[in-house]
């Protein structure tokens, strides 16, 4: 069995494969993207810079009009290390927006 980690919150930079928005996406849509920098632990990297990570679309609304604000709201679901594909949670996080 793997080792289980838990970071304390504390934001990563992520680059998507594709583009990722409120007007295309929809709820339970996935992404690929690569992680920006390392996740360290005690000293010690767990997830190297560069790792693909796959997510979900949790929630997106395009504003359509300007009084209703655009949001988007993403989760990630796995990680990939060494060539090896691992479960991972995180909390969603998201924008909201007007035009």
Known sequence: MAPAYSTPAHDYTLQPRALISSK??????SFAASLSQAVVKDGKTIIPEGAHVTGRVVDAKDS????????LNVALSSVEVDGKSYDIETNAIGKSAVH
């Open 24 to 29: 295309a996406s929809h709820a339970g849509d």
């Open 64 to 71: 359509g009009r300007l009084h209703v604000p655009a949001r």
